[in-house]
């Protein structure tokens, strides 16, 4: 099939259907609450998918990488990419292996990105991305330069063909199962930063930011 051929992805829930979603309001939350997203590609008859650092803009998500890598070449030459956000919330422990499962929130987008060629418009996106990975930093660093904004691809992918999927129920199990004597329920998971870390070249002390001492990320 060449790419004239190509008809877009097949976005329908064949499984698990009630977990499924096309609301893009609850797509923008679980983006929102990511902060690394996984691309699927092809080149030639090899896949592969590689973990990026995200941001979103309105109705866009946003990906940078070196002008250099061969990635970020063939996605802004647009080849079609698949790119997915994954929350894992939590076991799900039924009384049974098989009816054991995740609590999750994803999102799977489809498309072709492009590459934003203006110096101004690669600034902004890649404030929006380092806003986005540490809230208040733009407040204390300086501002990219020249040099180093032309060695980045900034890569704009419309999130308009999408998928939701989001499962939060307690376990269900077999009829039969209900009176064993295991114990069944919910482990919940949370992603918690850690204390921060200075460098080990400061050469003098600067103290802990307001922004990162109040732990924000959540």
């Not at 990026?52 to 002008?67: K, P, Q, T, V």
């Not at 422990?93 to 101004?120: E, K, P, Q």
């Not at 904004?149 to 039969?176: G, H, Y």
């Not at 069944?184 to 001492?213: C, E, H, R, S, W």
Request: aromatic residues 6%.
């Amino acid at each position: 099939m060449t790419d004239h051929d190509y008809a877009g992805p097949d976005m329908r829930f064949r499984r698990l259907r009630k977990k499924g979603s096309r609301d893009f309001a609850l797509a923008c939350d679980i983006i929102d609450a990511a902060r690394i997203c996984h691309v699927g590609f092809s080149l030639g008859q090899q896949p592969y998918v590689l973990p990026m650092a995200h941001a979103r803009d309105g109705e866009s998500l946003l990906l940078h990488g070196s002008i250099a890598s061969r990635l970020m070449k063939s996605l802004a030459d647009g080849l079609n990419c698949c790119v997915t956000v994954t929350h894992l919330d939590g076991l799900v422990v039924a009384r049974s292996a098989f009816n054991s499962s995740m609590h999750y929130r994803s999102v799977m987008i489809f498309g072709r990105a492009t590459a934003l060629t203006g110096l101004d418009d690669k600034k902004r996106a890649l404030n929006i991305l380092t806003e986005h990975l540490i809230p208040g930093r733009l407040t204390e660093i300086r501002a990219s330069t020249r040099k180093e904004l032309n060695a980045t691809t900034v890569l704009v992918l419309p999130i308009r063909e999408f998928t939701v999927k989001v499962s939060d129920a307690p376990p269900d199990d077999a009829a039969a199962d209900l009176d064993a004597a295991v114990w069944a329920g919910v482990i919940p998971f949370a992603l918690k930063a850690g204390t921060p870390q200075a460098a080990p070249d400061m050469n003098i002390q600067i103290p802990l930011p307001a922004y990162l001492a109040k732990n924000r990320f959540k």
